[in-house]
């Protein structure tokens, strides 16, 4: 409320305070009493998040924009937590308390293992409760409560989870996007009255502040001038620039077409080819990581170059390139994780778990994605930011150039590599806890990258529009994560058979829709009766109608709240030409006043003479 507004509530208060009794005046103290004391354990509690001063640095320096990077990261982080305590509770802990014998035998290093078995997953890991075939039935062996049955439970309740989150926080900034979208966009006033930064304390930040402000202007003013120009195209300037764009259209679809050849040919031979040098072996083992890695990395780079000579506006630009980049990174992934789903196993290797194996390469796509992140920052921005401050005359210093924090495709290496450990969350259990490991110390990572080696943008980022993008890119990896666990679960089950899975919790050929039905037998009549009809197609209709009608709800409310909006802007702009017209009825009102006086004492003196 405003302060006008406070007090007029303050004035009626004590207006009623003679015309209540005792109790209601003791109950009104309390619930204001416990609204301060909430409002205060709230505070306590957005104090005791992590790195609070670090992001309060990083946005005094940098804007609000570099901030919500380092916002999205650690709220992966919390995600991956939540997905570890999930592991521990229905997997884990049933597994350390009712598991194999021989474990202790299993998790003793020695004979042929090496330190070379921690980067390829195998050898000893192979046999730790990081992988899917550790995890055995044990003496927990009842029809509703057995390792199978908590096994997929606890995969289910992470994918569950991780959708309720990404869809709410999804859901939240569309609703603000809707609101400051284009039907409600700033005017220039907004732009110069309101668009200070008030968190910003450092001098120099706040003269790139004032320039963020003016080249936000300018940019407003580009993209008006780009629409008056677009509109002034001729048809034969129209034919030359569809030209052009299809040409550079071709040129994006050749080169991601051969980056999925290379991640293809990558991923064959490290799957075929044997060697014995453990350095050979190594390099091997990581050339689709590295292929991946490799184009995920300078692609983008390409993508952002050729979109500047498609004759865009700089926003139409921007998303051109984040969409391109989503559709790289997403895409290469699904094309890997289709190669490796179809790639026969060798001969010698046809003995070993399946499960397993798709579960060392998820294991060194985050390995070595976070090999990336370290060996970029320390080995090519460090050095780069030490030439600049040691050299900064020299040629090698001016080719390099300043160095800047870019946002969006930092924020695309996150959702790639959450999308890793969602996939692999069924095979290698323990890959939320890499996760957050690996988050952690990206955290960190990124903080010394931008706050020692990276100058602030000059332009303007939008943090509220965009986090939207990226959450709904990540709702796409949650997908993608979701749908090939489904074909893997779905395989499993046509070839079981042929007793594919003789490892982990779906050993001997039990597949998910064994255990599950097992236990469904179990249960009374009744409560059959009523899960095979939610699993039947006969239910499937009249959800289908609720989920229609709560749709059809929602998305009339929002026209109604629209309508209202449009009417409440009228009603903005009308009382705001009132008030003009008002305004200047007063100040035809005083000047006519003031020709009166003064024509008052003229004609009192001409009557005395």
Excluded at 353 to 371: A, D, H, S, T, V
Aim: glycine share 6%; hydrophobic share 45%.
């Amino acid at each position: 409320m405003c302060i006008q507004g406070k007090r007029d509530v303050r004035d009626r208060r004590k207006m009623q305070r003679s015309n209540i009794g005792f109790w209601e005046s003791w109950r009104r103290s309390q619930s204001i009493n416990r609204k301060r004391v909430f409002a205060q354990m709230r505070e306590v509690l957005l104090r005791l998040l992590p790195w609070q001063h670090t992001l309060h640095t990083i946005e005094g320096r940098f804007g609000v924009g570099v901030k919500s990077y380092f916002v999205f990261l650690r709220y992966l982080i919390f995600l991956n937590l939540l997905h570890c305590a999930l592991v521990s509770g229905f997997i884990l802990g049933p597994t350390a308390f009712y598991g194999r014998s021989n474990t202790s035998e299993a998790l003793r290093f020695g004979g042929n293992d090496s330190v070379l078995d921690f980067f390829l997953g195998s050898g000893y890991l192979d046999r730790s409760p990081v992988f899917f075939g550790f995890y055995t039935r044990g003496s927990l062996d009842k029809t509703c409560l057995n390792t199978p049955l908590l096994y997929f439970s606890g995969i289910l309740c992470i994918f569950i989870l991780s959708l309720i989150m990404v869809v709410r926080r999804t859901i939240v900034g569309y609703k603000h996007t809707q609101m400051l979208g284009k039907r409600y966009s700033t005017n220039m006033s907004y732009k110069i009255f309101c668009g200070w930064d008030f968190t910003i304390q450092d001098p120099h930040a706040a003269t790139l502040k004032s320039s963020f402000i003016r080249n936000d202007l300018k940019l407003f003013l580009y993209e008006q001038h780009f629409s008056l120009r677009e509109k002034q195209r001729t048809l034969g300037q129209r034919m030359r620039l569809y030209l052009l764009r299809f040409s550079l259209n071709v040129i994006v679809l050749a080169l991601l077409s051969g980056s999925f050849s290379a991640i293809y040919y990558a991923t064959v031979i490290s799957q075929t080819v044997d060697v014995n040098h453990w350095l050979l072996q190594l390099l091997l083992q990581y050339l689709p990581p590295i292929t991946i890695t490799f184009v995920n990395m300078v692609l983008p780079h390409i993508f952002r170059k050729i979109s500047s000579f498609e004759d865009y506006s700089y926003t139409t630009q921007i998303n051109a390139t984040l969409l391109r980049s989503i559709f790289l990174k997403l895409a290469s992934l699904g094309i890997f994780l289709f190669f490796i789903f179809t790639t026969e196993e060798p001969q010698n290797n046809s003995s070993q778990c399946r499960p397993n194996r798709l579960g060392r390469e998820m294991y060194k796509l985050c390995i070595f994605n976070f090999l990336a992140i370290f060996c970029t920052a320390f080995l090519l921005n460090f050095p780069r930011k030490l030439v600049q401050e040691y050299y900064p005359s020299s040629p090698m210093a001016w080719l390099l150039g300043k160095q800047r924090f870019l946002i969006p495709f930092n924020v695309l290496d996150l959702v790639y590599s959450q999308t890793v450990s969602w996939v692999g969350v069924f095979y290698c259990p323990l890959l939320p806890l890499i996760g957050t490991v690996t988050l952690t110390a990206t955290f960190f990572i990124k903080k010394f990258t931008v706050l020692r080696c990276c100058v602030a943008e000059q332009r303007m980022f939008r943090a509220s529009s965009s986090s939207v993008l990226f959450h709904f890119m990540l709702l796409l990896g949650l997908l993608i994560a979701a749908v090939f666990l489904g074909l893997n679960l779905h395989h499993q089950e046509v070839k079981s058979h042929m007793k594919m899975s003789s490892c982990g919790p779906f050993g001997g050929g039990e597949t998910v829709l064994n255990v599950t039905g097992e236990c469904v037998d179990s249960l009374p009549k009744l409560a059959q009766r009523i899960l095979r009809y939610l699993s039947s197609e006969a239910f499937a209709l009249p959800l289908i109608l609720a989920e229609i009608i709560i749709l059809t709800s929602y998305v009339s409310r929002s026209r109604a709240n629209q309508k209202a909006i449009e009417r409440l802007k009228d009603m903005l702009v009308m009382s705001s030409s009132d008030k003009r017209f008002l305004v200047k009825q007063h100040a035809t009102m005083l000047r006519g006043q003031k020709r009166d006086r003064r024509a008052a004492p003229a004609a009192t003196q001409e009557a005395t003479s």
